[in-house]
């Protein structure tokens, strides 16, 4: 009787800890993250910094030299992004804080291939900052010819 009661009680202790494991192992289902998710982990200090470069009129064109150089082989010609990289035309893009942008060219994305550009001299962060700003948000194009009324 005893060894049936033990028995009886270890066969239930034990399917417990196997519903137990199994219930922690299932993968949760979770939303994708968006490509732009990192914006959001820029510390508040360079979230609040302002563009030292906003006003300079020649920082748009020396940004786009830049551009051109490091960046539009990932980010495309027009910055509309590519299987490499995300879109800088988009509005999350485009709404950061300038000091968003330039924490995230300072310290990369190693881990989705954007790479650190602490290397580049800081005023010439801040022009690509200003280029990417100026370029302002992608029109969305709908193909009239399809649209239907």
Sequence with gaps: M???TFA???????????FLSAA???PEKTEPVSVYAELEK???????KPNPMEKDKD????????????CAECHGENALGTKKAPNLRAREVQTAPPGTLFWILTNGIVRKGMPVWSKLPEPQRWQLVTFVQSLGP??????????KP
């Excluded at 270890?10 to 399917?15: E, N, P, Q, R």
């Excluded at 820029?42 to 609040?48: D, E, F, I, L, M």
């Excluded at 992608?138 to 649209?147: G, H, R, S, V």
């Design 2 to 4: 005893k060894i049936t």
């Design 8 to 18: 009886g009680i270890s066969a239930l202790l034990l399917s417990g800890l196997c």
């Design 24 to 26: 922690q192992s299932k």
């Design 42 to 48: 820029a510390p508040a200090k360079y979230r609040a």
């Design 59 to 70: 920082a748009v064109a020396a940004g786009k030299v830049l551009f051109e150089e490091h």
């Design 138 to 147: 992608a029109e969305p194009t709908a193909d009239k010819t399809t649209a």
